[in-house]
């Protein structure tokens, strides 16, 4: 199976703070990765990294065979980020609109993509509502809305289903494994241990380290462990004395 993400020993410094060390990971095309990993992990600091925004300090990243930061490439991937990019005192409508027209979205292609990414997400009905009237879950399903715009080969979602409830949780899940049969490449963090079941690849970061990977049954099956929190409890060194 093609790579179409290629972190290769990528480390991280803010000032004298290392926050990643020597990261190496491959996203296969047509997969959901998730990166499961404590607040503080870095899995912010990866994903931005893979996304463009930030460069590595050493290492290098490769997203669909080109070096990253490269912003042609940009506009092949939906980054999703963990605040909301949103201007509120717009309409869900004019919001999704300013970011089409960020990726050249224009005119009748500009409309249906708007009606899609909508509908995709829910919140057809809601868009002519300011957003400063949406609730917490419907900013971050219009932020998914707008990653989703100019149909990128790879999507990368920060956290996506923070403050969403369980119900629009499945629903966006729902959604992620249709875009992913329909060939986009995902790549979603998470802190939550039922979410990173959904992945068929995981990756757990600890204190800026990747401390193991592998889909979610093999690292069970591995560590003989019955839940993905147990496996990761046991790469993270804590051992089960029992
Ligand atoms: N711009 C920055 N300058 C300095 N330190 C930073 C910066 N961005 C992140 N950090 C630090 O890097 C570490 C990792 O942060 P990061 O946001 O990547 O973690 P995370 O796993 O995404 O956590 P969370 O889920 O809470 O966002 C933290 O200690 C954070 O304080």
Redesign the pocket.
């Given at each position: 199976m093609k790579s179409v993400i290629h972190v290769s020993d990528v480390s991280?410094n803010?000032?004298s703070?290392q926050?990643?060390e020597k990261i190496s990971l491959n996203v296969e095309k047509n997969k959901i990765y998730g990166l499961l990993?404590?607040?503080?992990?870095?899995?912010?600091?990866?994903?931005?990294m893979i996304a463009g925004i930030?460069t590595p300090t050493k290492g290098s990243i490769k997203v669909l065979d080109t070096l990253m930061p490269n912003l042609h490439n940009m506009t092949r991937i939906g980054f999703m980020a963990?605040s909301d990019a949103l201007y509120v005192e717009l309409s869900g409508k004019e919001n999704l609109e300013f970011f089409a027209s960020i990726y050249g979205l224009k005119g009748q292609k500009q409309k249906e993509r708007i009606e899609h990414a909508a509908s995709l997400v829910n919140l057809t009905e809601f868009l002519k509502k300011p957003v400063h009237q949406y609730s917490g879950g419907m900013k971050r399903r219009l932020s998914l809305a707008a990653a989703l715009l100019h149909e990128p080969e790879i999507l990368i979602l920060?956290?996506p289903t923070v403050g969403i409830d369980p119900v629009l949780r499945q629903s966006i899940w729902n959604e992620l494994y249709k875009l992913s049969d329909a060939g986009t490449t995902i790549l979603v963090?998470t802190?939550v241990m039922d979410e990173a079941e959904k992945c068929g690849h995981l990756g757990m970061?600890r204190d800026?380290r990747l401390i193991a990977s592998g889909s979610p049954q093999e690292l069970k099956e591995s560590t003989a462990s019955t839940t993905i929190e147990d496996a990761f409890l046991y790469y993270g060194g804590v051992r089960n004395e029992n």
């Open positions: 991280k803010y000032g703070h926050v990643l990993g404590p607040s503080g992990a870095g899995k912010t600091t990866l994903v931005k930030e963990q920060d956290e963090t802190h970061l800026g």
